[in-house]
């Protein structure tokens, strides 16, 4: 049984009597201690899908399907089960590090409240955990006494990453950790985030546009677009040899120092994606897609398993088919 | 341990070098405040010497004087501007200037006047701050609920009621009586005559007097703070912190005491400290209207004269009160917000 599991998920927002399918039928899973990567561009619907894991989805929000966490469906469990289960069982590093903290708050108290509300500590016992948990990000133990606006951004980041582990979870959503670092204070948090999860054996899902970084963090990748799931497979592959001509474009955005391929060639994708609420027929990609042919405008290419990887496009099923 | 670069010394460390950052935003506020005070002192002399009116002929009104005595009253009155602020600066506070009206000390003319004023606003804030707050609170944190829909369209109401109305509606309503409702309380003043007030049944009945002055004045300043706290905790509701302390399993009503109500609060307690610098002098259609000899009905006596000395204490009083409520509010900004003080 894997650690996290969306079954055909679907998320649906609703605005102005409109339906806008934020999320329409995502399969994924992550096995305990496994690293997967989400990508893709803003609004393409990963961190809605992600929010659903703790239940944090707007109350707006119609989702189907089933979001198992060890087995048990967190959508359809009681509150006070899902309360529960929330941060003691999974947790999240959100992205907006510079406020996802209480201002007026030290950050020791901060740390300390998730331990005493679930593994109801004393709070000696829980001062003593929290430096210990400011150690293993590599910041002081004084840093408990501090006030969040006295630290960096990075050092917030840190701060959250703290947070998280703070009840041992076996699950970590990190909802791009690093977009409003800087490169070389990134570079930190990534390695502080990848050595923990490594040496603790914490299943973690890493939300990002970055695919080079999600291809040295992470074991598997999921290509997401338009609210589905179009590429996915070990993270290697699907970086070196991207699949999905949107995940062709989007390693492209990130060219590698020393490879000739991108030395002319700094690729962007032209475009923007379609909104969620008015999607192209067909193949939602097929408007920016270089490779579109006639059958792409009639219908949505399903995700397909070709080896030990899905690809939602059909050049890929037809080639897929034919070797 | 995983490898990371050397994290900075966090700010707390450098800064004890330096100076504690608590003790200097504290300093800088109160000399602020005091030089606040000066430049109103001064402001306040020179309002009065540019002000219309003769204190002569106001002196002199309905007496017998001939053109000789007012020559010398004038001489008296007329010295050199220089002169007549060191005298303003050197006895504000001592009997130099008695008030014309009353003949008398001016602070001994005010003095008083103080104790009645105080009773009423310092009630009426207690009350408005605690009743204001909660229901901001509670119509913000489910905005468009039904709590909420009926608190903010009532305080809305109460919010845009002029008080001297509201508070006479209130005294003929319950002090006079109309229709069925007796007139249960007292239509004016602050005790009964010949009640002993240093007994429990003196404070009775000075509570009962107190009863609808009280109320106008709460129920104005309450519809004010539940507004403003309403907002602020619809501006906090939105914030990312709230969403992590609901994400570790914090029941609705933690997320909200722990989190969103130390955050919303700061806004409404500069604006009730703000308020009741201005209270103090404000209250005067209030004291008006229920006949309580307060400050307020001091200034509105001083004010037909006019009687210029005692104006000018009163308005030294009012601004020193703003003042100084400023002064508590800052200090304690900085005390609940450490975003403000380091």
């Known amino acids: 049984m894997a650690l996290l599991e969306f079954d055909d998920v679907s998320i649906t927002y609703h605005s102005r009597g409109v339906d806008v399918p934020a999320v329409r039928g995502v399969t994924l899973s992550v096995a305990a201690g496994e690293t997967l990567g989400i990508a893709g ?12 894991v703790l239940r944090m989805q707007p109350k707006s929000a119609t989702v189907t399907g089933e979001v198992r966490l060890n087995g048990r469906n967190v959508l359809t469990l009681p509150w006070g089960q899902v309360r529960a289960l929330r941060w003691a069982e999974a947790s999240m590093v959100f992205q907006g590090a ?58 917030k980041q840190r701060v959250m990453i703290a947070m998280a582990l703070a009840c041992e979870p076996q699950l970590i ?49 999921a290509v997401m677009y338009a609210g589905r799931v179009v590429e996915e497979g070990p993270a290697a592959d699907v970086f070196d040899h991207p699949q999905h ?18 030395r002319y060639a700094p690729s962007g994708l032209p475009g923007d994606p379609p909104f969620p609420g008015d999607l ?32 939602a496009c059909l050049r890929v099923h037809s080639t897929g088919e034919r070797s | 341990m995983p490898s990371v670069g050397t994290p900075p010394a966090h700010r707390g460390s450098r800064s004890t070098v330096r100076s504690h950052p608590t003790a200097t935003y504290v300093v800088r506020r109160v000399i602020a405040a005091i030089s606040t005070l000066i430049f109103v002192v001064l402001f306040n002399f020179f309002l009065f010497r540019v002000m219309p009116g003769d204190p002569i002929a106001l002196y002199t009104k309905g ?80 905005r468009g609920g039904h709590f909420d829909k009926i608190s903010t369209n009532v305080t809305l109401v109460l919010y845009s009621m002029p008080e001297f109305w509201f508070g006479m509606i209130i005294l003929i309503v319950f002090a006079v009586g109309m229709g069925p409702v007796p007139g249960l309380f007292p239509t004016g003043g602050l005790t009964t005559p010949g009640v002993d007030t240093s007994t429990p049944a003196g404070w009775l009945d000075v509570a009962w007097h107190l009863a609808l002055p009280v109320t106008t004045l709460a129920v104005i300043y309450l519809a004010e703070y539940s507004l403003i706290m309403r907002a602020s905790i619809i501006e906090e509701a939105g914030q990312d912190y709230l969403q992590t302390a609901r994400a570790k399993g914090l029941m609705d009503a ?89």
Request: with cysteine.
């Open chain 1, 41 to 52: 561009e803003s609004g393409c619907g990963k961190s809605t899908l992600t929010s659903t």
């Open chain 1, 98 to 155: 510079m406020h996802a903290l209480n201002p007026v708050q030290r950050v020791g108290d901060q740390l300390a409240e998730p331990l005493v509300l679930h593994n109801r500590v004393s709070a000696s016992k829980a001062a003593v955990r929290v430096s210990e948990l400011l150690e293993m990000v590599g910041l002081p133990a004084r840093s408990a006494r501090v006030y969040p606006h006295q630290l960096s951004g990075g050092q």
């Open chain 1, 173 to 221: 959503v990190a909802d791009e950790p690093t977009t409003a670092l800087d490169v070389m204070v990134q570079a930190q948090v990534l390695d502080v985030l990848q050595g923990l999860v490594r040496e603790l054996g914490v299943g973690l899902v890493f939300i990002s546009h970055d695919l080079s970084v999600l291809s040295t963090t992470c074991d598997r990748i």
């Open chain 1, 245 to 262: 001509p949107y995940a062709t474009a989007l390693a492209g955005a990130f060219p590698r120092v020393g490879d000739t391929r991108y």
């Open chain 1, 280 to 311: 192209p027929v067909g193949c939602p990609f097929h408007p920016r897609c270089p490779g579109a042919m006639d059958e792409c405008r009639m219908a949505e290419p399903p995700l397909l398993q070709i080896g030990d990887r899905r690809s």
């Open chain 2, 63 to 142: 007496r017998n004087v001939d053109a000789d005595q007012i020559r010398l009253l004038r001489a008296a009155l007329d010295k050199p501007l220089g002169e007549q602020l060191l005298q303003y600066l050197t006895n504000p506070f001592s009997a130099g200037v008695d008030s014309v009206k009353y003949n008398a000390p001016v602070w001994e003319v005010i003095g008083p006047h103080v104790w009645p004023t105080l009773l009423l606003v310092g009630t009426a804030t207690l009350i408005a701050t605690t009743i204001g707050v909660w229901l901001g609170i509670r119509s913000g944190w489910n």
């Open chain 2, 254 to 342: 933690m997320v909200r005491r722990r989190h969103a109500v130390p955050n919303a609060l700061l806004p409404t307690m500069t604006l009730v400290f703000l308020n009741l610098g201005f209270v103090v002098g404000g209250a005067i259609t209030i004291e008006y209207v229920f006949s309580i000899s307060g400050l307020g009905s001091l200034t509105v006596d001083a004010l037909s004269g006019p009687d210029v000395p005692l104006l000018q204490a009163l308005f030294l009083l009012f601004s020193a009160a703003v003042i100084v409520a400023n002064l508590v509010a800052d200090l304690l900004y900085g005390y609940f917000d450490p975003r403000v003080r380091t």
